[in-house]
Structure formats: structure tokens, C-alpha cells
């Protein structure tokens, strides 16, 4: 079945860019859906952060558009986030998931990765 | 930006009763871009309704979702245990917002 496994620091200093990685396994990423980036801080709801197609088109949150690159690595069957200067707002646990855009929703989750932001 | 207004902010009930969620949108969103999640502490949302109306997979029908334009709900007709969570509404118009989210409670 279709998974997806998030990895990257756990730990970020303020002002230095966030990255992560989600891996896609049970599904190749070129065989189409949208793919995305959704962050929970600690007791609070959910945020999209931004989406991206196997072709690399990519939509961002408006509020996080001038931080966020989302990129997509066909090769290697995963998907990337950086978010640049980053402040103890951004500590929160990163999701990433597949999006279905025919109805658009977040059909498969991965466990999500907590990300601090404290020197 | 579309606002998702989710009421109530706690619902306490006991299994077996029924829950009613609401989610209401600060302006018009298409059905087919309104979807409900479960989340559980320390785990990732799942998706129960996409469509407004229609389940996920898997999803038990106790579960509907039903609504249009700026109003949406949830309904859980008979509570289970495993049902006490948070719930969150989600649109995807141009750009993906969330509602604030549920904690339905057991009484």
C-alpha cells in the first residue's frame, strides 16, 4: 500500500531554512496526484504549507508563499520542503501527504516529524 | 483566504448518542472541495468524508458528512469509543484552509 515516511532535523536554529523530505513507497510519484506539506504546532490545528505536482507545478500557503519551496525528486520517488528563516513560530510537527484533486483532500498521511526551532 | 468556523469547540457526549459538527465557511465553497479528518493524540489525521458527503475508505457509515455553500456537518450517528477525537473540516479552493477543529469528548 501506498506510504509515506517524513525524515529531516529535529532541531533548527532561528533564522536558518527547514528542510525535510517525505518518501513515497507503494506508488510512483510520476503516475500522478498532488503531493503536500501540512504542519500542526504543538496543541494547535492544522496549517497547509503548500502542494506540489509530479511536474513540479507547486501551489503555497499565501501567509507562507515568501519562505516555502516545495520541490519534487521523480528519481527517487520523494518529495522536499525548505522553509527559510525560521522563527519559534514555525516549531510544529510536519505532516507530509498525497492529495486527491478531483475532489481535493489529503487521502494518505504520513506519521508526521517534529521540527524545533530553538538555538 | 476561506475561513473554516468549526462549532462546537468541545461537544461531550456519551457512546452511543449522536454527534452533529458543524463547519461554516466565511464564503461559498464548492462541495466537492469540502473534506472532514479524524486525529487522534500523537497520530496523523485521517480522512473520513471528502466531498462533502462521500467516505473515505474504510470509513464506517455511522459516519456522513452532508452540507453546501457556506454550511457543512459531520454527523456521527451512533458514538463508538474509538470515535472521541478531534475532528477538522478542510476546503480546497485556490489555496487548502482548515477549520480550528472539534474535541468531541466522552461525557
Known amino acids: 500500500q501506498v506510504q509515506l515516511q517524513e525524515s529531516g532535523p529535529g532541531l533548527v536554529k532561528p533564522s536558518e531554512t527547514l528542510s525535510l523530505t517525505c518518501a513515497v513507497s507503494g506508488y510512483s510519484i510520476s503516475s500522478g496526484y498532488y503531493w503536500g506539506w501540512i504542519r500542526q504546532p504543538p496543541g494547535k490545528g492544522l496549517e497547509w504549507i503548500g502542494s506540489i505536482y509530479h511536474s513540479g507545478s507547486t501551489y503555497y500557503n499565501p501567509s507562507l508563499k515568501s519562505r516555502v519551496t516545495i520541490s519534487v525528486d521523480t528519481s527517487k520517488n520523494q518529495f522536499s520542503l525548505k522553509l527559510s528563516s525560521v522563527t519559534a513560530a514555525d516549531t510544529a510537527v510536519y505532516y507530509c501527504?498525497?492529495?486527491?484533486?478531483?475532489?481535493?483532500?489529503?487521502?494518505?498521511w504520513g506519521q508526521g516529524t517534529m521540527v524545533t526551532v530553538s538555538s | 483566504e476561506i475561513v473554516l468556523t468549526q462549532s462546537p469547540g468541545t461537544l461531550s457526549l456519551s457512546p452511543g448518542e449522536r454527534a452533529t459538527l458543524s463547519c461554516r465557511a466565511s464564503?461559498?465553497?464548492?462541495?466537492?472541495?469540502l473534506a472532514w479528518y479524524q486525529q487522534k493524540p500523537g497520530q496523523a489525521p485521517r480522512l473520513l468524508i471528502y466531498g462533502a458527503s462521500s467516505r473515505a475508505t474504510g470509513i464506517p457509515d455511522r459516519f456522513s458528512g452532508s452540507g453546501s455553500g457556506t454550511d457543512f456537518t459531520l454527523t456521527i450517528s451512533r458514538l463508538e469509543p474509538e470515535d472521541f477525537a478531534v475532528y477538522y473540516c478542510q476546503q480546497y479552493g485556490s489555496s487548502a484552509t482548515f477549520g480550528q477543529g472539534t474535541k468531541l469528548e466522552i461525557k
Open positions: 501527504a498525497r492529495l486527491t484533486m478531483v475532489t481535493p483532500a489529503f487521502d494518505i
Open positions: 464564503q461559498s465553497v464548492s462541495s466537492s472541495y
